[in-house]
């Protein structure tokens, strides 16, 4: 066993999101994995700031995946509020850095 391969590394996006178009109603996912030692902690932020997501609130029609991917339940989107529509980035942490996901847009389709 070599010890060296042991040590700690900083996150690394391994998968980035890419962009989607999707209907409203509809679910998505937008992937993203991440490798690092200790495992890193995912979040996602959309327009700069941090996505709520299932862990934050239940009800949320948003759940952030095991494997750090956001997955919609059904793209939620009206006249006046577009909280899906958007720039999106994940970001993972552990203690030795962070990484930064390339953005990716989630537009919704028009009917």
Do not use: Q
Request: hydrophobic share 30%; with cysteine.
């Amino acid at each position: 066993l070599n010890l060296a391969d042991e040590r700690d590394f900083p996150p690394r996006i391994v998968e980035h999101p890419s962009d989607v178009i999707v209907s409203k109603g509809e679910p998505t996912t937008l992937n993203c994995k991440a490798e690092g030692r200790p495992t890193p902690t995912i979040e996602w932020y959309k327009d700069g700031e941090r996505v709520e997501t299932d862990k934050d609130d239940p009800r949320s029609h948003r759940m952030l995946l095991p494997s750090g991917s956001l997955f919609f339940l059904r793209i939620v989107h009206g006249r006046r509020s577009k909280p899906d529509e958007g720039s999106y980035v994940c970001v993972a942490r552990n203690y030795l850095g962070e990484a930064v996901s390339r953005n990716a847009s989630l537009e919704v389709a028009c009917e």
